[in-house]
Protein backbone atom coordinates (compact mmCIF):
# COMPACT_ATOMS: atom_id res chain seq x y z
CA UNK A 1 0.00 0.00 0.00
CA UNK A 2 1.74 3.31 -0.84
CA UNK A 3 1.61 6.25 1.69
CA UNK A 4 -0.22 9.37 0.43
CA UNK A 5 2.33 12.17 2.00
CA UNK A 6 0.39 14.93 1.25
CA UNK A 7 -2.35 13.30 3.44
CA UNK A 8 0.29 12.68 6.56
CA UNK A 9 1.88 15.98 5.99
CA UNK A 10 -0.76 18.64 4.29
CA UNK A 11 0.85 21.50 2.37
CA UNK A 12 0.00 23.78 5.26
CA UNK A 13 1.84 22.20 8.01
CA UNK A 14 5.10 21.78 5.94
CA UNK A 15 4.57 25.95 5.59
CA UNK A 16 4.24 26.75 8.72
CA UNK A 17 6.88 24.30 10.20
CA UNK A 18 9.28 26.17 7.71
CA UNK A 19 8.07 29.43 8.65
CA UNK A 20 9.13 28.02 12.36
CA UNK A 21 12.05 27.13 11.42
CA UNK A 22 13.25 30.65 9.66
CA UNK A 23 12.13 32.39 11.99
CA UNK A 24 13.79 30.52 15.01
CA UNK A 25 16.89 31.10 12.93
CA UNK A 26 16.23 34.68 12.29
CA UNK A 27 15.60 35.31 16.01
CA UNK A 28 18.52 33.46 16.66
CA UNK A 29 20.46 36.40 14.63
CA UNK A 30 18.99 39.04 15.63
CA UNK A 31 19.61 38.06 19.23
CA UNK A 32 23.34 38.27 18.67
CA UNK A 33 23.05 40.95 16.49
CA UNK A 34 22.16 43.04 19.38
CA UNK A 35 23.89 41.51 22.09
CA UNK A 36 21.07 39.71 23.97
CA UNK A 37 21.47 36.76 26.55
CA UNK A 38 18.49 35.20 26.94
CA UNK A 39 20.39 32.72 29.32
CA UNK A 40 22.47 33.62 31.86
CA UNK A 41 25.99 32.62 33.04
CA UNK A 42 26.76 32.14 36.66
CA UNK A 43 29.36 34.23 38.57
CA UNK A 44 31.57 33.16 41.28
CA UNK A 45 31.74 34.69 44.61
CA UNK A 46 34.78 37.05 45.14
CA UNK A 47 35.72 35.81 48.50
CA UNK A 48 33.42 33.61 50.52
CA UNK A 49 31.55 34.98 53.17
CA UNK A 50 33.11 33.62 55.71
CA UNK A 51 35.67 36.02 54.53
CA UNK A 52 33.52 38.85 56.05
CA UNK A 53 34.81 41.49 58.54
CA UNK A 54 34.71 40.58 62.05
CA UNK A 55 35.25 43.62 63.15
CA UNK A 56 33.86 46.66 61.17
CA UNK A 57 33.93 49.87 62.68
CA UNK A 58 32.40 49.81 65.54
CA UNK A 59 31.17 46.54 65.16
CA UNK A 60 32.14 43.46 66.46
CA UNK A 61 31.43 39.59 65.24
CA UNK A 62 29.71 38.29 68.22
CA UNK A 63 28.53 35.29 66.79
CA UNK A 64 28.79 33.17 63.14
CA UNK A 65 25.71 30.39 62.58
CA UNK A 66 26.78 27.04 61.63
CA UNK A 67 25.23 26.40 58.05
CA UNK A 68 21.65 25.43 57.80
CA UNK A 69 20.25 21.68 57.75
CA UNK A 70 20.23 20.75 54.16
CA UNK A 71 16.54 20.91 54.09
CA UNK A 72 16.49 24.60 55.33
CA UNK A 73 19.34 25.10 52.59
CA UNK A 74 17.59 23.81 49.91
CA UNK A 75 14.41 25.93 50.99
CA UNK A 76 16.95 28.76 50.97
CA UNK A 77 18.04 28.16 47.50
CA UNK A 78 21.13 28.30 47.89
CA UNK A 79 24.94 27.61 49.80
CA UNK A 80 26.25 30.60 49.60
CA UNK A 81 24.95 32.57 52.63
CA UNK A 82 26.39 33.63 55.87
CA UNK A 83 24.26 34.69 59.56
CA UNK A 84 26.05 36.58 61.60
CA UNK A 85 25.54 38.31 64.84
CA UNK A 86 27.41 41.45 65.27
CA UNK A 87 27.61 43.87 68.14
CA UNK A 88 27.97 47.93 68.18
CA UNK A 89 30.97 48.06 70.75
CA UNK A 90 29.56 51.68 71.27
CA UNK A 91 26.46 50.55 73.04
CA UNK A 92 25.55 48.42 76.68
CA UNK A 93 24.83 45.05 75.50
CA UNK A 94 21.38 45.55 77.07
CA UNK A 95 20.47 48.52 74.88
CA UNK A 96 18.10 48.11 71.65
CA UNK A 97 20.15 48.05 68.61
CA UNK A 98 23.41 46.63 70.63
CA UNK A 99 23.26 43.47 68.14
CA UNK A 100 22.25 43.02 64.88
CA UNK A 101 21.53 39.85 62.70
CA UNK A 102 22.93 40.18 59.24
CA UNK A 103 21.85 37.17 56.92
CA UNK A 104 23.06 37.45 53.19
CA UNK A 105 22.35 34.91 50.61
CA UNK A 106 23.70 34.57 46.89
CA UNK A 107 22.44 33.60 44.03
CA UNK A 108 23.72 33.15 40.07
CA UNK A 109 22.83 32.42 36.76
CA UNK A 110 18.76 31.63 37.32
CA UNK A 111 15.90 33.73 37.11
CA UNK A 112 13.73 30.84 38.87
CA UNK A 113 13.82 31.83 42.21
CA UNK A 114 13.93 34.92 44.14
CA UNK A 115 15.48 34.29 47.93
CA UNK A 116 13.86 33.78 50.96
CA UNK A 117 12.49 37.45 52.68
CA UNK A 118 11.26 38.16 56.06
CA UNK A 119 7.97 39.08 54.39
CA UNK A 120 7.14 35.16 54.33
CA UNK A 121 9.57 33.32 56.35
CA UNK A 122 8.88 35.39 59.83
CA UNK A 123 5.61 34.55 59.21
CA UNK A 124 5.97 31.05 58.54
CA UNK A 125 7.90 30.81 61.72
CA UNK A 126 4.69 32.00 63.58
CA UNK A 127 5.33 36.05 63.81
CA UNK A 128 2.70 38.55 62.85
CA UNK A 129 3.58 40.75 60.33
CA UNK A 130 2.62 44.62 60.37
CA UNK A 131 3.29 47.82 59.03
CA UNK A 132 5.74 47.36 56.23
CA UNK A 133 7.86 50.14 54.43
CA UNK A 134 10.64 51.23 51.81
CA UNK A 135 12.84 53.81 53.20
CA UNK A 136 15.86 55.08 52.01
CA UNK A 137 19.15 54.36 53.69
CA UNK A 138 21.94 56.90 52.88
CA UNK A 139 25.54 54.85 53.28
CA UNK A 140 27.84 57.32 54.91
CA UNK A 141 31.06 56.50 56.97
CA UNK A 142 34.99 58.04 56.86
CA UNK A 143 35.67 54.43 54.95
CA UNK A 144 33.17 55.70 52.11
CA UNK A 145 34.70 58.29 49.20
CA UNK A 146 32.34 59.46 46.93
CA UNK A 147 33.46 58.80 42.90
CA UNK A 148 32.01 61.50 40.51
CA UNK A 149 29.52 58.95 39.06
CA UNK A 150 27.70 58.94 42.00
CA UNK A 151 29.49 55.58 43.39
CA UNK A 152 31.45 54.72 45.90
CA UNK A 153 35.25 53.83 46.66
CA UNK A 154 34.98 51.70 50.41
CA UNK A 155 38.09 51.05 52.19
CA UNK A 156 37.30 47.32 53.73
CA UNK A 157 38.04 45.73 56.96
CA UNK A 158 41.26 44.56 55.83
CA UNK A 159 42.06 47.83 54.84
CA UNK A 160 41.66 46.94 50.73
CA UNK A 161 39.83 49.50 48.21
CA UNK A 162 36.70 48.17 46.68
CA UNK A 163 33.94 49.99 45.10
CA UNK A 164 29.99 50.46 46.52
CA UNK A 165 27.15 50.94 43.94
CA UNK A 166 26.07 54.07 45.53
CA UNK A 167 25.44 55.68 48.81
CA UNK A 168 20.98 55.52 49.10
CA UNK A 169 20.03 51.86 49.71
CA UNK A 170 16.35 50.71 49.09
CA UNK A 171 15.87 49.15 52.31
CA UNK A 172 12.58 47.22 52.87
CA UNK A 173 11.09 47.01 56.73
CA UNK A 174 8.54 44.82 58.11
CA UNK A 175 7.31 45.36 61.67
CA UNK A 176 6.34 41.79 63.27
CA UNK A 177 4.73 40.94 66.70
CA UNK A 178 5.61 37.64 68.24
CA UNK A 179 2.06 35.90 69.62
CA UNK A 180 4.12 34.48 73.05
CA UNK A 181 5.72 38.73 73.68
CA UNK A 182 3.17 40.65 72.21
CA UNK A 183 4.51 43.62 74.21
CA UNK A 184 8.21 43.47 72.00
CA UNK A 185 8.03 44.01 68.54
CA UNK A 186 10.73 43.72 66.25
CA UNK A 187 11.71 45.35 62.86
CA UNK A 188 13.44 43.19 59.75
CA UNK A 189 14.64 45.24 56.85
CA UNK A 190 16.06 43.55 53.31
CA UNK A 191 17.32 45.15 50.26
CA UNK A 192 19.22 43.36 46.89
CA UNK A 193 22.39 43.64 45.29
CA UNK A 194 21.91 42.78 41.91
CA UNK A 195 24.17 43.47 39.34
CA UNK A 196 26.23 46.48 40.90
CA UNK A 197 22.80 47.87 41.31
CA UNK A 198 20.96 48.49 45.11
CA UNK A 199 17.17 47.80 44.23
CA UNK A 200 14.60 46.65 47.49
CA UNK A 201 11.76 43.99 45.80
CA UNK A 202 11.92 40.73 43.42
CA UNK A 203 10.79 42.51 40.30
CA UNK A 204 13.67 44.99 40.90
CA UNK A 205 15.85 41.90 40.90
CA UNK A 206 14.57 40.79 37.58
CA UNK A 207 14.90 44.12 36.33
CA UNK A 208 18.68 44.84 37.28
CA UNK A 209 20.23 40.90 37.43
CA UNK A 210 18.43 39.98 34.09
CA UNK A 211 18.96 42.50 31.15
CA UNK A 212 18.97 41.34 28.28
CA UNK A 213 22.50 42.75 27.26
CA UNK A 214 23.88 41.42 30.43
CA UNK A 215 25.85 37.98 29.79
CA UNK A 216 25.88 36.71 33.35
CA UNK A 217 23.55 37.58 36.38
CA UNK A 218 23.81 37.57 40.14
CA UNK A 219 21.88 38.76 43.05
CA UNK A 220 22.31 38.54 46.89
CA UNK A 221 20.03 39.29 49.40
CA UNK A 222 21.24 41.47 52.21
CA UNK A 223 18.79 41.34 55.81
CA UNK A 224 19.90 43.04 58.72
CA UNK A 225 17.76 42.96 61.89
CA UNK A 226 18.65 45.06 64.70
CA UNK A 227 18.01 43.21 68.36
CA UNK A 228 15.41 44.75 70.50
CA UNK A 229 13.92 47.40 68.27
CA UNK A 230 10.69 48.22 67.08
CA UNK A 231 10.43 51.59 65.95
CA UNK A 232 10.76 51.10 62.56
CA UNK A 233 12.21 54.91 62.12
CA UNK A 234 15.04 53.80 64.86
CA UNK A 235 15.41 50.53 62.80
CA UNK A 236 16.37 52.72 59.74
CA UNK A 237 18.30 54.70 61.58
CA UNK A 238 20.73 51.89 63.09
CA UNK A 239 20.75 49.60 60.26
CA UNK A 240 22.32 52.46 58.02
CA UNK A 241 24.91 53.41 59.75
CA UNK A 242 25.78 49.75 60.26
CA UNK A 243 25.74 49.50 56.68
CA UNK A 244 27.66 52.22 56.03
CA UNK A 245 30.33 50.07 58.14
CA UNK A 246 29.56 46.67 56.90
CA UNK A 247 28.94 47.45 52.83
CA UNK A 248 32.53 47.55 51.44
CA UNK A 249 33.44 44.18 53.08
CA UNK A 250 29.87 42.95 51.62
CA UNK A 251 30.94 44.23 47.99
CA UNK A 252 34.66 42.96 48.52
CA UNK A 253 32.74 39.50 48.62
CA UNK A 254 30.82 39.72 45.60
CA UNK A 255 31.67 39.89 42.29
CA UNK A 256 33.34 42.76 40.70
CA UNK A 257 30.54 43.67 38.29
CA UNK A 258 33.18 46.16 36.32
CA UNK A 259 35.51 43.63 35.98
CA UNK A 260 33.21 40.91 34.56
CA UNK A 261 31.74 43.38 31.79
CA UNK A 262 34.98 44.57 30.62
CA UNK A 263 36.16 40.71 30.29
CA UNK A 264 32.82 40.22 28.22
CA UNK A 265 33.31 42.88 25.88
CA UNK A 266 36.93 42.22 25.19
CA UNK A 267 35.52 38.55 24.43
CA UNK A 268 32.60 39.67 22.83
CA UNK A 269 35.12 41.43 20.68
CA UNK A 270 37.13 38.74 19.69
CA UNK A 271 34.07 36.42 18.61
CA UNK A 272 33.00 39.46 16.50
Known amino acids: MSINWKQVFPLKVIVAFVVLLVFASSLKAVLHMVGAHLKKEPVPLAQPWYRLGEQVGPYKMEHDAPPMPADQERELGTTEY ?9 LEP ?8 LHTA ?23 A ?33 RVPGDIVPFRMISFTDPNRPDAPFVIGYFFVANDSFVASAKGVRAKAFNFTDRYA ?8 PIGVGDPDQAAKIVSEFLSHIMPDVMWCLPDWQKIQGD ?9
Not at 134 to 162: C, F
Open 130 to 162: GVKSTTTLKLASPTLTPQEDGSLIGTTSRQSQV
Open 218 to 225: YYCKVEVA
Open 82 to 90: IVRIYRDTR
Open 94 to 101: KQPGAYLR
Open 264 to 272: DQVAEGKQN
Open 106 to 128: YYTGTIDTVPHVPDRCAVAGGAI
